[in-house]
């Protein structure tokens, strides 16, 4: 007759102990088992985050001092208008993660993204941080009321008095704009109206989703900015010095999108020199969207060093500010090819 099955002996402090040590990367999963004594389904599921019955340790993927100062950035991006979803937080700590194992330090998740669960216990551990129900697209489209703006001139004001940049919102010349438009290359709908036997309409395959993506920065003074043109990758744009791309920023991503790493690009290699061959004086402001994917801790700490002043638009004034870029990117293109102002008209 067989006896009972026996269980491993340990405590919390065991499991904690042991939790640690694959954290920090000084052995693995099966090791830090063998070592502490505690069962390697149960070390897993606590590092998994997959046994949420049970009373789960906390994860230390980062320091107290390292947690600390990526919620000091939420606070910061909060504190002048920049709205956050999961996603983006997800993306916040898988990069100081990628950053920490290039360091040495491993961690035990998948692709180095933290999961669900994780993200629910980080809110709760900084209950000052919440979250909202973003506004559908059509409707702050259309909502743009008296009160909304006086609302956002207000906390404008307050954060102007209170950092000392009331005299940068007296020239025009140090107030700025910015936003991008991206142009997808095909439909995705499997079936394009053509000219009878065309030979030259392409198609992409079912994964593809490439774009490219034109990023504009207008002053308030009336100013035009050399842009940025993202493609693709494996399908580079080029241009000479005769070109009227040649002060732009030419670059690739995967799909042709906008990504922190070009923007922070953008403003080190065409934003900053402009200004700085415009004898413009710093600290300058850039308003953005306030949905913009391509804010990160980086290119917060790049503004901070450069006094790059960034803050967000009303929620839906970029949607009316948008054909205005449209018009100033058009210009720049019909300038280039030498088109006179009544053909620009017509």
């Not at 961690?107 to 809110?123: A, V």
């Amino acid at each position: 007759m067989g006896g009972r099955k026996k269980y491993s002996q340990y405590n919390q402090e065991t499991l904690l102990e042991a939790l640690d040590a694959v954290c920090e990367g000084k052995m693995s999963q099966r090791q830090a088992a063998r070592e502490y004594g505690v069962p390697l389904t149960t070390l897993h599921d606590r590092l998994m985050s997959c046994n949420k019955t049970s009373s789960n340790p906390r994860l230390n993927l980062f320091t107290t001092q390292e947690e600390h100062r990526i919620v000091d950035y939420f606070r910061q991006w909060a504190e002048v208008g920049f709205l956050r979803t999961k996603l983006d937080v997800q993306e916040v700590m898988h990069s100081f993660l990628r950053k920490l194992r290039a360091q040495g330090r491993n961690n035990p998740l998948k692709d180095d993204r933290p999961g669900p669960f994780w993200y629910q216990t980080f809110f709760r551990r900084h209950p000052h941080l919440c979250l909202c129900t973003p506004d559908d697209l059509l409707a702050y489209k259309l909502g743009v009321i008296k009160h909304k703006m006086h609302f956002w001139k207000e906390n404008l004001d307050v954060f102007c008095s209170n950092r000392g940049f009331t005299d940068a919102m007296t020239n025009p010349s140090r107030i700025y704009t910015a936003d991008e438009t991206t142009f997808f290359l095909c439909s995705g709908a499997g079936i394009v109206h053509a000219p009878h036997c065309p030979k030259n309409v392409l198609d992409r395959a079912k994964t593809e989703n490439s774009s490219i993506t034109v990023f504009m920065s207008l002053c308030a003074d009336g100013r035009t900015l050399p842009g940025a043109i993202t493609s693709p990758s494996g399908t580079p744009c080029s241009s000479d010095k005769s070109s009227i791309f040649q002060d732009w920023l030419l670059t690739e991503s995967g799909c042709g999108f906008m990504t922190p790493e070009i923007f922070q690009e953008y403003l080190s290699q065409v934003f900053m020199p402009w200004i700085q061959n415009a004898g413009i004086e710093t600290p300058v402001w850039l308003f953005l969207d306030s949905r913009c994917s391509y804010l990160s801790p980086e290119v917060w700490e790049f503004c901070l060093q450069h006094q790059i002043i960034l803050y967000s638009l009303l929620h839906s004034s970029p949607q009316l500010l948008q054909p205005l870029c449209c018009l100033q990117a058009s210009r720049s293109f019909l300038e280039g090819a030498g088109v006179g102002a009544d053909d620009e008209r017509q």
